[in-house]
């Protein structure tokens, strides 16, 4: 095996030719996409999925393709507006006791009735409990404990 500098390891190879988008919009396009930037390339395969969806055969979906890459489009990149009133309206959900609204965090416990409680309250007999556990528990016998009845024998 041959040996390699620390140079080698560590350079990073640029292509020695670096060609534009197909669709002449001025950015660099990538091998890997078909000569496409980013931006057409996700333009062309989202317009290529939807013709797809829509029921139509592959031959009219491949020439849908090649009319969307001879056609110019706008490559620049998606402008994204946030305000900071939009990331403000989304709240978290805060876990908490439902007995004492203490935050529990990841240590909550889930009851059968479908509330969230503390260690404190997580018990049945600690919160007021919906869930019937007498009746799930007689439901639940009588299921994996059939009625046996043995054959009537004749007497002679």
Known sequence: MA???????????????MTLCVNNCGLIGNPATDN???NCFTATTTTTAAVSVAGSSSQSSRS?????????SDCSPPKTTTSPRAAGTEKKVVNRCSGCKKRVGLTGFRCRCGELFCADHRYSDRHDCSYDYKTVGREAIARENPVVKA????KV
Do not use: D, G, H
């Not at 849908?64 to 110019?72: A, D, E, P, Y």
């Not at 054959?151 to 004749?154: F, P, R």
């Open 3 to 17: 040996q390699r500098t620390e140079k080698e390891e560590t350079e990073f190879k640029v292509p020695e030719t």
């Open 36 to 38: 496409m930037c980013q």
């Open 64 to 72: 849908t393709l090649s009319r969307s890459l001879n056609k110019r």
């Open 151 to 154: 054959a009537k024998i004749i």
